[in-house]
C-alpha cells in the first residue's frame, strides 16, 4: 500500500482545511485509515482513524468535536476536515494504514504515507 497525503497550508486560527489521504494497492475491507501529525521536538500524535465501511471512527482528545475523518473507498482516500483550528495544532500531518482492529498507536500501522506540513498562525 502507498500512501500520499495532501491538503496541507497555512490558515489562520479558527479557519479550516481539509486533507487528503490517496491510498494504492491492496485495500481491503479490513484496512483502517489513520491521520498523525507531528510538531518539533514532540513525538508523533494521535489524531483520528476510521474503518473501512466508515462504521467506526476514533479520535484523540484534543481534536474531538473539530476534526472530522471519513473516507471514499471508491476513490481510496481518506479525508480529515479540520475546523475551528487553533496554533497548537501546527504539525506534520500523515497519513497510516493497517490491516485489523481500530488502532490508535502508530507502531501498530504498518504504512504510511509522507507528511504534509499544516501551520496555523494566531
Known amino acids: 500500500v502507498q500512501l500520499q497525503a495532501s491538503g496541507g497550508g497555512l490558515v489562520q486560527a479558527g479557519g479550516s482545511l481539509r486533507l487528503s489521504c490517496a491510498a494504492s494497492?491492496?485495500?481491503?475491507?479490513?484496512?483502517?485509515m489513520a491521520w498523525f501529525r507531528q510538531a518539533p521536538g514532540k513525538e508523533r500524535e494521535f489524531v483520528a482513524a476510521?474503518?473501512?465501511?466508515?462504521?467506526?471512527?476514533y479520535y484523540g482528545d484534543s481534536v474531538k468535536g473539530r476534526f472530522t475523518i471519513s473516507r471514499d473507498n471508491a476513490k481510496n482516500t481518506a479525508y480529515l476536515q479540520m475546523n475551528s483550528l487553533k496554533p497548537e495544532d501546527t504539525a506534520v500531518y500523515f497519513c497510516?494504514?493497517?490491516?485489523?482492529?481500530?488502532?490508535?498507536?502508530?507502531?501498530?500501522?504498518?504504512?504510511w504515507g509522507q507528511g504534509t506540513q499544516v501551520t496555523v498562525s494566531s
Open positions: 497510516a494504514a493497517r490491516y485489523g482492529a481500530l488502532q490508535s498507536e502508530a507502531r501498530l500501522f504498518n504504512y
Open positions: 494497492g491492496r485495500i481491503s475491507t479490513d484496512s483502517v
Open positions: 476510521i474503518t473501512y465501511y466508515s462504521s467506526s471512527t
